[in-house]
């Protein structure tokens, strides 16, 4: 049997507040925090905690393109894939977003507690 995962998505922001400010970060009720950027005409999202050192501070990221670099150490990131461009060993989630009028949604973000037992 073949299941398909359906994934929950959230009010996010209007997309006339996102178009304003360039950028937001969105913290959602389960923890989990994402970062959205409007650039190119295109609305993304993408989880706020950098993978490399686990700052969330991505919404604060300087954009280039397509990518957004983290602020603290400037990896960079491809919004539309999360990639990291400058090494193979860490990728930013990224979330699918879906505009309703001027309502921005976006799929939840996973909750970022992280687990410091190693």
Same mark, same amino acid.
């Given at each position: 049997?073949?299941?398909?995962?359906?994934?929950?998505?959230?009010?996010?922001?209007?997309?006339?507040?996102?178009?304003?400010?360039?950028?937001? +970060? $969105?913290?959602?009720?389960? /923890?989990?925090?994402?970062?959205?950027?409007?650039?190119?005409?295109? #609305? %993304?999202? !993408?989880?706020?905690?950098?993978?490399?050192?686990?700052?969330?501070?991505?919404?604060?990221?300087?954009?280039?393109?397509?990518?957004?670099?983290?602020?603290?150490?400037?990896? +960079? $990131?491809?919004?539309?894939? /999360?990639?990291?461009?400058?090494?193979?060993?860490?990728?930013?989630? #990224? %979330?699918? !977003?879906?505009?309703?009028?001027?309502?921005?949604?976006?799929?939840?973000?996973?909750?970022?507690?992280?687990?410091?037992?190693?």
């Amino acid at each position: 049997m073949n299941m398909k995962k359906t994934n929950k998505f959230v009010r996010a922001c209007s997309f006339s507040e996102l178009k304003e400010k360039g950028r937001l +970060k $969105f913290a959602a009720d389960n /923890g989990g925090e994402a970062a959205l950027f409007f650039t190119g005409g295109k #609305v %993304y999202a !993408v989880d706020n905690v950098c993978p490399h050192n686990h700052t969330p501070k991505i919404h604060l990221g300087f954009i280039e393109g397509n990518n957004v670099l983290c602020p603290v150490h400037l990896y +960079k $990131f491809n919004l539309k894939t /999360g990639k990291n461009i400058n090494c193979q060993t860490c990728d930013l989630p #990224v %979330y699918e !977003v879906r505009i309703e009028g001027d309502d921005v949604f976006i799929e939840e973000p996973k909750s970022n507690s992280f687990n410091f037992d190693f």
